[in-house]
């Protein structure tokens, strides 16, 4: 299992909480979407402290449209280093172009993009940068270490964060789109015994 590999499909959204009035509202929504990690380098919040280090990324910047601030199809949960370097700039989807498919993740931690689109958001997102590169070797290196010698241990780096929100408590003050959406939440999936130990 490699945790910097991309997901194998583009992401369907499954929620659609509509109507918070500040984008913070949307967090919880967004953690459970895109399983805790950022959507760009797939840094984790098990691996860190999560508190201030995951940013709500708006995939349109709201400098070009700021009617889609508060608009949850426009939202992307990211970790604050990639959500500074993002910045302002237009970047091809990251939902639709960051893929096993046409991303290649070295055992040296460098990124190889098999696409143009690919290669735009890693270029722009600076994901070859020294600093992301060795954290991901280092990564690799520790987990397949741990694998070995301490697997509990290497089940909860690969885990999820013990606080699985709750969405169905939530109430968006103009509903949810998406109601079907609450059953494959990761809180519902751990109360049916279906989440995995780790993914
Ligand atoms: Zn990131």
Redesign the pocket.
């Known amino acids: 299992m490699n945790p910097f590999a991309y997901p194998a499909q583009p992401h369907q959204r499954r929620h659609a909480p509509r109507g918070y009035a500040r984008h913070e509202s949307f967090r919880d929504w967004l953690r459970d979407e895109f399983a805790f990690r950022?959507i760009?380098?797939l840094?984790r919040e098990q691996w860190v402290n999560a508190k201030g280090a995951f940013a709500i990324d708006h995939f349109v910047p709201t400098s070009i449209n700021p009617n889609l601030g508060l608009e949850y199809d426009n939202l992307l949960y990211?970790?604050v280093?990639?959500n500074l370097t993002r910045g302002n700039q237009l970047v091809p989807n990251p939902l639709e172009h960051l893929l096993d498919s046409t991303v290649d993740v070295m055992a040296d931690g460098l990124l190889r993009a098999r696409s143009p689109q690919a290669e735009v958001i890693v270029e722009t997102l600076h994901l070859n940068d020294r600093a992301y590169v060795v954290r991901r070797e280092r990564m690799l290196t520790l987990l397949a270490d741990l694998e070995h010698r301490r697997p509990a241990l290497h089940a909860i780096w690969l885990g999820y964060p013990e606080d699985l929100p709750d969405l169905g408590r939530l109430r968006p003050p103009a509903g949810n789109g998406r109601m079907e959406g609450l059953e494959q939440s990761h809180y519902e999936r751990k109360n049916r015994g279906e989440l995995p130990a780790s993914y």
Do not use: P
């Open positions: 950022c760009y380098c840094n990211a970790c280093a990639c």
